[in-house]
Nanobody, 129 residues
Framework: EVQLVDSGGGLVQPGGSLRLSCQHS????????ISWLRQAPGKEREGISV????????AYADSVKGRFTISTDNAQNTVYLQMNSLKPEDSAVYSC??????????????????????WGQGTQVTVSS
């Protein structure tokens, strides 16, 4: 059984940092991509970053490029999202999801639903003073 457990959200002031974790289990190979997606109230779900578990290829949405960093520790079966210089507009429920890598890889960011086979439960990030 595949499980994704995401954690690390919370309340942070503008300009602050948070690190989200996505611990996965049950994936039978490393031929998967792990994506972080977010959804704010009244807005559509947005893919913000994705990483390939097999070769570490990454991609970022323009809205987070230069501020967020995705990484993987395959020994710990955990994908991280380091979020720096947070803004109020980053407030959302963040979820990780696992699915097949996309071709081209960056196109994974456009897939926000059925492409992803497995989902974490989501973690709330609130950026507010």
């Amino acid at each position: 059984e595949v499980q994704l457990v995401d954690s690390g959200g919370g309340l942070v002031q503008p300009g602050g940092s948070l690190r989200l974790s996505c611990q996965h289990s049950g994936l039978t190979s490393d031929d998967y991509a792990i994506s972080w997606l977010r959804q704010a109230p009244g807005k559509e779900r947005e893919g913000i970053s994705v990483i390939s578990l097999s070769d570490g290829t990454t991609a970022y949405a323009d809205s987070v490029k230069g501020r967020f960093t995705i990484s993987t520790d395959n020994a710990q079966n955990t994908v991280y999202l380091q979020m720096n210089s947070l803004k109020p507009e980053d407030s959302a429920v963040y979820s990780c999801a696992a699915g097949p890598p996309c071709v081209p890889f960056g196109s994974c960011l456009h897939f926000t639903g059925e492409w992803w086979d497995y989902w974490g439960q989501g973690t709330q990030v609130t950026v507010s003073s």
